[in-house]
């Protein structure tokens, strides 16, 4: 990395807004951060006096937690907001809740919505720094860093790796933040899941789409499985929970096409003996638990560097 590097973003909304340079400083702070969670004591001086919020729309346990422990271990104050807490339920808009928030005068504001492009427009009306925590179906930048984080701790690189997304891309945040991510770190990212479930246009954003789960798989370096996300589609776009078990769910079958030594992951919750089976979440590939401790040191670094860490 260039040693007059400096990370100089005032907002993280999306990884398309950051380059690979970006994402080498918040990686490289995260794994130095992440010793502060060994410790018996967890916690530093780090952002005492600063604020934080978060303001969640959307039900969420991983994130809304990982982003408060993260906050708290730096010695920040935070706050946290839910729709049916504010005055958004009264019929006020986001923009004018946001305003008032923005005039307690808080240093950073993290935002999880339903809505694509909310975490931009906020960002756009209020003076204080914003991280996108997943804004529809547009992108979840801390999970794609986290799931890089942890890639990186497995495979040693990820330039030159193949990652496999199984699953519901078309409503999946977290698939185009990792596409996005991957991509840029030279990784090269194939996609599958029911043709309903694929969005048209998604090889702009840096992936190969593939309609059979073992060719997606063969030869593949990690395997990401992906929750159906029923609560975002407004028909059925596939016939039953079991059909889709039996041709796209990550079997025993599915991981011996890829490499031998493949990790496995998955954003969570998970639908077990849905997308990905029992035995294989909880098996010695599986690096789904080292991904939920990386984000709280994800998010750390994030809170720190858009605050003006060095």
Do not use: W
Request: with cysteine; hydrophobic share 40%; net charge neutral.
């Amino acid at each position: 990395m260039d040693p007059e590097y400096r990370f100089s973003h005032k907002h993280v909304l999306g990884l398309a807004d950051l380059s690979s340079e970006d994402i080498q400083a918040v990686l490289q702070t995260a794994e130095s951060f992440k010793e502060i969670s060994a410790r018996s004591i967890k916690k530093v001086p780090t952002l005492r006096g600063k604020t934080i919020i978060n303001f969640f729309f959307e039900p969420s346990t991983r994130t809304r937690l990982s982003f408060e422990v993260a906050a708290k271990r730096m010695s920040a104050d935070t706050f946290n907001i839910s729709n049916s807490g504010s005055s958004t339920v009264k019929g006020e808009t986001l923009i004018d809740t946001a305003r008032n928030l923005a005039a307690m005068n808080p240093d950073c504001i993290i935002l999880r919505h339903p809505r694509s492009g909310a975490a931009r427009l906020l960002a756009d009306h209020v003076d204080v720094s914003v991280i996108n925590a997943g804004d529809g179906t547009h992108e979840h930048p801390s999970q794609g860093l986290l799931d890089l984080m942890t890639v990186r701790q497995a495979k040693g690189e990820i330039a030159g790796l193949k990652i496999a997304i199984i699953g519901d891309i078309a409503h999946s945040r977290v698939a185009h933040s990792n596409i996005i991510g991957f991509s840029k770190m030279g990784a090269s990212v194939t996609v599958c899941g029911p043709a309903t479930l694929i969005p048209p246009g998604i090889e702009a954003l840096g992936a190969q789409v593939s309609r059979s789960v073992m060719e997606a798989v063969d030869g593949a370096d990690v395997i990401m499985a992906l929750r159906i996300q029923k609560e975002r589609q407004q028909d059925p776009l596939f016939p039953s929970l079991r059909e889709y078990a039996k041709f796209f769910g990550v079997s025993q079958k599915v991981v011996d096409a890829a490499k031998p030594e493949v990790i496995i992951m998955h954003p969570g919750p998970i639908n077990r003996g849905v997308e990905l089976d029992p035995k294989l979440a909880d098996g010695r590939r599986s690096v789904i638990l080292e991904q939920v401790t990386n984000g709280v040191a994800v998010r750390m670094a994030l809170i720190y560097l858009i605050m003006g860490g060095d």
